[in-house]
DNA sequence: TCAAAGTGTGAAAACGATTTCATATCATTT
DNA sequence: AAATGATATGAAATCGTTTTCACACTTTGA
């Protein structure tokens, strides 16, 4: 392993003429420079990233919060994001919060210790009050989801918008009683519910509560909802399910029950993801544009991390996109 | 940003004193102890790890290398290879190599310039004679592909049993025309097709190049073989396909064209994804338990970055197990 | 012609931790 | 009572860079 020491020896110069080379300060001859040049070269030398580190602040890395890669859209956002990062010679430190509070505000340690320049949050487990002191150790902003009190910079999508295209297309389409799911109460979750509720209100229509779950998350939990809505006496006829799994789940389970979508009941998911063209019926969605949402994000984190942007309270909204196919 | 120093200051110790108490050794009297604690937790004092790495050469830090995180076996290893590391307080550094030989190359600066302290290479691009010399920098292992030719651990699944069971199974049905569908000559295709021309061969069934296919990885991939298929005088009965994507693409298109699965045409896919059990028919495939490999990788790096374990010429089996549907 | 400004270089001080070495105290053993 | 070993602490060296400061030499400008 050689040292900045060797390169200087060998090319017969100070520690610091080869550092400037290293780093392109200008007041360097050429001719120094190409000894330089060569004697790094020969020796195969590279920087010792944690020395340069010591002096300059900088780390080079981003560190990413998830909740879980294996999903799919969190995957297609970090891949988005990591192919941007690595244009700029960055690296991504990829956090899996598995929904933990504890492991998340772990991860913050990540930025106060220095070992990466900032964060960005595309789940969030914890209140802003309690990430909020993190921020004087470097810049924080979210993505997708975020805490409304937040002061940070939010790259996110318009979710009313979401929930309310999607539930005026159902409208659009003679439903009259349209359901929804949703997970937790995350912020996307909330918003979207404020756009489907706007809709159907706007169309003179009393949302029943009977009709709107929580919690549903995966594919089988999209079966159990169509199980509870073909024991009901008044059910829906159509869903909005807020996932394309959870769409799929659904859609399989009535199959199963002999049931036909879109006729006994029409279900639109979220996403656009693979499995929502390969399904029968193919489902409509709700396009997200995913990877611009995180080439977006870690565009603008890069332009914080080099001072060339102010972390203040702003958001910066993507479009979407309705995707109408067979299942509605 | 409190230093070291200041921690030593409140609590009117050395320096020496405070980096002991950071890091357990031993000879430091009870009292002083909990004075460190202390001036640490009044100053909200975390070490700065660029310094730390300075001395230690450890940076907890272990890079993985992946063609693209969006392939649900990639999410799903680094899923699990992640999990495994944090519970060590190891960090996991994504490196998407996108399939370039330049990209995998310049990732293994990474280990040169000492940012991670070990590389785990779930995808292969460059040959191992180009990555050999990287291994006096830091340990470097194979997970799932691998380079024959190379000297290090290999932890992976029997490849050649995968690609027997599952022409096997196909063979168990009746089927004597069995078509096979691979995407590059990675080692994993290398191997799996081995095991493919030694289940046909001891049925003493002698194998169709025309039924042979190359380069085929997506869902489209999977469409179009189905047409090539459909089109050839003499189809194949069954088909190999190694992938659950690409089993599912055939599938839907066959249905697309009125063929019907299995009884027109029988289909084995690979890795059993959610995908796998969705589609209908449901699809007969090989669960590779991709968890497993992720977490044992990972296991074993760690092992070998704490010393306790030699990174030798080492074959890691893991077991496969094959999953009957119905589309067998 | 002489000061001012621009260019090029090296010695040494930082960055913030860990570790070596030296030293001091205390408890045991002979 | 003296020698030994275990425990406890601090001063200073160290890791490999970058940067400041000081100095020297050229060029420019009035």
């Known amino acids: 392993m050689y040292t900045i020491k060797d390169v200087a020896l060998k090319a017969g110069l ?23 040049q060569k004697a790094m070269d020969e020796l195969g030398f590279v920087p010792n990233s944690s020395a340069q580190r010591l ?33 700029h010679g960055y690296q991504l430190i990829l956090c899996n919060t598995r929904i933990s509070r504890e492991k998340e505000l772990e991860y913050f340690q990540l930025l106060k210790s220095k070992q990466v320049d900032g964060i960005i949050m595309a789940s969030v487990e914890n209140d802003w009050s309690v990430i909020e002191p993190y921020t004087k150790y470097g810049p924080i902003i979210y993505c997708n989801e975020y805490d409304p009190n937040a002061s940070v910079t939010r790259v996110r999508l318009d979710q009313v918008e979401g929930g309310y295209i999607g539930t005026k297309h159902l409208l659009d389409k003679g439903h009259r009683k349209i359901g929804y799911c949703q997970g937790n109460d995350s912020s996307v979750s909330v918003n979207r519910r404020k756009g489907y509720l706007k809709a159907v209100t706007e169309a003179g229509i009393e949302p029943n509560p ?25 059910a829906p006829t159509a869903l909005f399910t807020g996932s394309d799994e959870v769409a799929a789940g659904v859609i399989k389970e009535a199959q199963t029950h002999g049931w036909k979508v879109p006729d006994d009941l029409a279900v639109i998911g979220f996403d656009d993801q693979p499995i929502a063209s390969l399904l029968d019926p193919q489902i409509t969605t709700i396009n997200q544009f995913t990877s611009d949402i995180g080439e977006t994000a870690m565009k603008v984190m890069l332009e914080i991390v080099q001072g060339k942007r102010k972390n203040n309270s702003t958001d910066i909204l993507l479009p979407i996109q309705l995707i109408e196919r067979q299942s509605t």
């Open 14 to 36: 100070s520690q610091a003429t080869v550092s400037r080379v290293i780093n392109n300060h200008p007041y360097v001859s050429e001719d120094k420079k190409r000894a330089v």
């Open 55 to 87: 002096r300059n602040i900088k780390t080079k890395k981003i560190a990413v919060l998830i909740s879980r890669i294996v999903n799919p859209f969190f995957s297609q956002l970090v891949d988005a994001m990591e192919q941007k990062a690595a244009r």
């Open 210 to 234: 009977d009709w709107m779950f929580k919690n549903i998350f995966t594919i089988d939990d999209g079966r159990a909802i169509f199980r509870r809505i073909a024991d009901m006496n008044d």
